[in-house]
């Protein structure tokens, strides 16, 4: 059975950092590309992050670039976002996705506010 796990949101100041993660299970993790998408109700989803099989390619919406960091561990099945720099804008329910698969996992929110 395919599952995704995604934890770490929460509410955070602007200008704060947060780290998500997302453990996967249920196939081989190491030969997936893996995607972070993040969405506002009302809102057309939005690619933030793309990492390749071995990690060794990354890509960013322009949105984040500089801010953002997604890497990956395979020995550990899970891939990760580190969200530095948050602005209220960052504001959104973050998924993420087996490309492989077009697997999703269920979200976890992230809350930018003072």
């Known amino acids: 059975q395919v599952r995704l796990v995604e934890s770490g949101g929460g509410l955070v100041q602007p200008g704060g950092s947060l780290r998500l993660a997302c453990v996967a299970s249920?196939?081989?993790?190491?030969?997936?590309?893996m995607t972070w998408y993040r969405q506002v109700p009302g809102k057309e989803r939005e690619l933030v992050a793309t990492i390749t099989p071995a990690g060794g390619s990354t890509s960013y919406a322009d949105s984040v670039k500089g801010r953002f960091t997604i890497s990956r561990d395979n020995a550990k099945n899970t891939v990760y976002l580190q969200m530095n720099s948050l602005k209220p804008e960052d504001t959104a329910v973050y998924y993420c996705v087996a490309r492989a698969l077009g697997f999703w996992g269920q979200g976890t929110q992230v809350t930018v506010s003072s």
């Open positions: 249920g196939f081989t993790f190491s030969r997936s590309g």
